[in-house]
């Protein structure tokens, strides 16, 4: 079956850095999708990976390796807005995307 | 008129009652997307409209009835539902399906709770 795997929450400390992993198993791969969640808004858009290697957009950077089935988002100087749930999604053979249940990150003062 | 807008925000709704969802985009994308969004839980696709074709519809039970009269607009018509269809039901729309322009644009949501 398709799977995809991420923290369920992670807690972090302002204007520290955080990683936050993600593992795939899709038939096929066109893609991996990260987006961002505030509580009681929609998701919106972060990133998207195709190929293997470190993408950064700002303070925030998305890392894909296709042989490791393996994706993370790095989150760097941390500020309170970055509380929310981040979701993980690829795009399998067929261009279905397959979601991860998110994680939920707490960033603390 | 921001991209993508849903209403009601929220619904209370008994498992007799009959009501509609809405979802409107002025992005003039081509697809659009119904998803539910429970607790802790995957987002799951339930259905897919593109240029108003319906081309997929993930095992949806018939008590959820998409309508897309247009490429602008998406309706989910709700009918005899059950405490556990209580969720976050969120559209969504993209320029096409596939890859980086695969890139989807949600809506607020309507949270939706059946008692």
């Known amino acids: 079956g398709q799977n995809i795997d991420q923290p369920t929450e992670m807690t972090a400390t302002e204007g520290a850095i955080v990683q936050i992993n993600c593992t795939y198993q899709t038939s096929g791969f066109n893609g991996l999708f990260w987006y961002q969640q505030h509580a009681g808004e929609a998701p919106t858009f972060l990133s998207y990976?195709?190929l293997d290697g470190l993408e950064e957009k700002g303070r925030f950077s998305s890392f894909l390796s296709r042989s490791k089935g393996y994706s993370y988002l790095l989150l760097k100087e941390l500020q309170m807005k970055d509380s929310a749930s981040y979701l993980c999604a690829a795009l399998d053979s067929n261009y279905q995307l397959i979601w991860g249940a998110g994680t939920k990150l707490i960033i603390k003062p | 008129e921001t991209g993508v807008t849903q209403t009601p925000r929220h619904l209370v709704m008994g498992m007799t009652n009959k009501k509609s969802l809405k979802c409107e985009q002025h992005?003039?994308?081509?697809?659009m997307y119904w998803y539910k969004q429970s607790a802790k839980k995957p987002l799951e696709l339930m259905f897919v409209y593109n240029f108003k074709e319906q081309t997929e519809n993930n095992s949806v039970p018939s008590r959820f009835s998409p309508e897309c009269p247009n490429s602008s607009h998406l309706f989910l018509h709700l009918h005899t539902l059950q405490p556990e269809d209580s969720a976050l039901y969120l559209c969504?729309?993209?320029?096409?399906?596939?890859?980086?322009?695969?890139?989807?644009?949600f809506g607020e949501g309507s949270r939706l709770t059946v008692l």
């Open positions: 992005l003039g994308h081509n697809a």
């Open positions: 990976n195709v």
């Open positions: 969504a729309s993209s320029q096409d399906p596939t890859g980086e322009a695969g890139e989807l644009f």
